[in-house]
């Protein structure tokens, strides 16, 4: 996906920090250092963000399975249990990696390639035996450029970033099914889809992310898309916390720090930004009231602890209403002290 010639760069933390004498004056400034991060909070709400392991090659996908968390890197695709031990479940062609996901009991992944070669999608079992997901009818484009994968009524869903995996454009993308009983690939959606990153089932009806053009969309089973949000970055990964979906802006993470956010969308195309200045977010998975993200850049996953435990705001909306609540606060007390004095 050309995400390459990538650095290491600095863990960020997250913290806001507001105090009453911000609030008379009606500023808020929300301290932010290379340890911290700010949240998009209403309130003064800290999030504590966990390292759940660093020095990673490039991590992309983060999948939970049970106890244990499922992650793509450079060359492999590994295991990091509880007590955060690594151990590779299989190895990789090198390249920079793309999805994987859980498939009964049985891991999805996709292979990296390099142009012209065609692009495999791999399945994985828990001892490391490995079989190649095959159309029957072998098609010249095949899977294209294979980013996202999804499960939907046992077939695979997958999003693919560029219809011909050596094509010099981009924004053409395609969302294709691969059936598990027929093996064969179908076109669900081949126009409007820009560069698809990543999907989301629902029901009969897909979510993508739109990495080139900064959109979600959403696409019906029929195929026809329309646009619910814009002006996300460039969005990757997207998860769905049973009201919002949820979706990482790599936001041009190649710069240093990184600016990075996690969005959250509703269904109507309202954004909200839930986190930002947090390095370079790419893959996503929500975990009780935790969110996971992986740094592609930084070679790490991470931990959010009780974020979707929180009621958040958009930054602006959330500053515009601290200002207000610090005209009011600062009338109230002028008042107590005039009926004082």
């Known amino acids: ?41 209403f309130s ?18 983060v999948a939970i399975d ?40 049985d891991y999805v992944v996709i292979e990296p390639a390099e142009p012209p070669a065609p692009t495999s999608i791999l399945r994985v079992t828990p001892t490391g ?37 050596n094509d010099p454009f981009i924004g053409d993308g395609r969302l294709l099914r691969y059936s598990n009983q027929t093996k064969n690939v179908s076109v669900i959606a081949s126009s409007n889809l820009g560069g698809a990153a990543e999907v989301f089932v629902d029901g009969e009806n897909f979510w993508v992310t ?13 195929g026809d898309v329309k646009e619910i949000a814009t002006d996300l970055g460039q969005p990757l990964d997207i998860e769905f916390d049973g009201q919002y979906f949820l979706i990482t802006d790599f936001a041009n993470g190649f710069e240093t720090p990184g600016k990075g ?26 975990d009780g009231d935790d969110l996971l993200f992986t740094d592609i850049v930084d070679g790490r996953v991470a931990r959010i602890e009780g974020i979707l435990a929180t009621q958040n705001v958009p930054e602006s909306s959330s500053n515009t209403t601290l200002i207000i609540l ?7 007390l002028l008042k107590r002290e005039s009926k004082n004095n």
Request: charged share 20%; proline share 4%.
């Open 326 to 332: 610090g005209v009011i606060s600062g009338y109230t």
């Open 66 to 105: 049970n106890d244990d968390l499922i992650v793509t890197v450079d060359g492999a695709l590994i295991k990091i249990d509880q007590s955060g031990n690594i151990s590779t479940l299989t190895s990789l062609a090198p390249g920079v990696p793309s999805d994987a996901i859980v498939f009964g009991s």
């Open 261 to 286: 956010r996690i969005l959250r969308v509703s269904k109507t195309g309202q954004v909200e930004t839930l986190l930002s200045d947090i390095g370079n977010p790419s893959g996503l998975a929500i």
């Open 44 to 61: 003064s709400n800290s999030f504590n963000i966990e390292t759940i392991t660093t020095g990673l090659a490039t991590p992309y996908a």
């Open 210 to 222: 739109d990495f080139t053009f900064g959109r979600l969309l959403f696409v019906t089973a029929n």
């Open 129 to 165: 035996d490995v079989s190649e997901i095959r159309e029957i009818a072998r098609d010249p484009i095949g899977f294209g450029d294979p980013i996202g994968l999804a499960i939907q009524n046992q077939d695979l869903i997958i999003a693919d970033f560029n219809r011909v995996n």
């Open 1 to 41: 996906m050309g995400l390459n010639n990538l650095k290491n760069k600095k863990m960020l933390k997250l913290k806001t920090i507001s105090s009453l004498t911000a609030l008379l004056i009606g500023v808020v400034s929300p301290l932010i250092n290379t340890e911290k991060a700010k949240a998009a909070s």
